[in-house]
């Protein structure tokens, strides 16, 4: 999908993981494309989270988004930690609810991030 903006010559281009997205979805992004080229920048875009957390885009189009994502390595074991039962600890404790984290995939990334506490790619 293709969007350009016509007061300048920048063409946004989304991978086709986001074709059936929402209008609303698809302009959100691309006021945060915008937004992150002029040096301000949202690290969560509400509705996009909600698409990317929605059944439809899970069933359809997950296994294809993470497939091309370079970074993601698609598995919770990493080098000293295991993401998954470091969760399982964590759910033990009461502090946060398993219905809060349905359909959540935990992973690690091949290459150290700028995020300290983690990413949401949404």
């Known amino acids: 999908m293709k969007v350009g903006i016509r007061n300048g010559s920048h063409v946004a281009e989304f991978c086709d993981c986001f074709d ?3 209008e609303d979805v698809c302009m ?3 006021s945060s494309l915008i937004e992150s080229r ?3 920048s949202k690290n969560c875009l509400p ?3 909600e698409y990317l957390q929605s059944p439809g885009f899970i069933s359809l189009k997950r296994t294809v988004y993470l497939e ?3 970074t993601i390595t698609c598995t919770s074991q990493g080098k000293v930690y295991d993401l998954e039962e470091s969760l399982e600890r ?3 404790t ?3 609810d398993e219905r809060g984290i349905t359909n959540a995939l935990l992973s690690w990334t091949r290459l150290p991030t700028t995020h300290r506490l983690g990413f949401c790619n949404c």
């Open 20 to 22: 059936s997205a929402p």
């Open 28 to 30: 959100e992004m691309l």
């Open 38 to 40: 002029s040096g301000k």
């Open 47 to 49: 509705k996009t989270r």
């Open 68 to 70: 091309r994502q370079r």
């Open 90 to 92: 964590v759910l033990d």
């Open 94 to 96: 009461g502090l946060i």
